[in-house]
């Protein structure tokens, strides 16, 4: 409510946050704005395959092999379960693929996804990396980024998305819940592939087709990256800023005339 009342604008970054607040705290359309995250991407990237080979080499294993990833907090949440659940399925198929986790999260958590791995008898194919000082490198070493969860709840909602964009951005497919805080950034078969929450079996469909179907990938992958471009880089981020604040001026100044 001290947001509510002292603010004359909120920004959110995502347009399911801005229609929670909205609801919450009944603000009119023109106080809250989206106001999504700003990426600052490197001058260049490395290309793929030089990025996969140098993860490969960092984590020991042969230059050939192929990798799915996730970039986030590491807990014991279902959506973790599931990913690890659909990976089993697709290392069974193609073997040649490791699933490498990037973030931080408690010794507990670990041992919990270690213990799980185990149990699915993936634990040579699955890596905790750490979290990334640079992270870009990762990203465009993917074959696909996958998102495993979401909810404005999650203590790392904002690094979840920022994820989604990075990957975007670096070119990598992006598989992600079909749920309504990743549908401004996910659009089913657009800019990447939804699948069913908590679904293993969904999920493992996903990165199926999401490998099979290359030319619909490719136009994907495209589509993805100009999305990004044209709506999440920090030039982007700070002419909306500029826009709604000469807004508030001239509304300002029709109040000084009236008065």
Partial sequence: MVVSRLSHYIFTASRHTTGYLQKLFKLKDMRAFTMPAGIVAPETLPEKME?????????GLDPETRFIGFSGRLSKNKG???????????????????????????????????ALALGLKIETSVHFIGEKEDPWPFFRALDYHVLPSLSIKDEDFSQKRQSMLCAMLCETPVIGPASDPAADILVHEKTGLAYEEFNSLDLAEKMFQSLQDKNSTEERLETARSFVKKHHTMDTL??????????????RGRHSYLE
């Fill in 51 to 59: 990025a996969r080979q140098r993860l490969a080499l960092e984590l």
């Fill in 80 to 114: 973790i379960s599931a990913l690890l659940a659909a990976f089993q399925t697709v290392k069974a198929r193609l073997p040649e693929y490791h699933l490498v986790m990037s973030g931080e999260g408690t010794n507990e958590a670990l041992g919990m996804l270690k």
């Fill in 238 to 251: 700070g002419r909306d800023i500029i826009r709604i604040y000469s807004l508030h001026q001239i509304r």
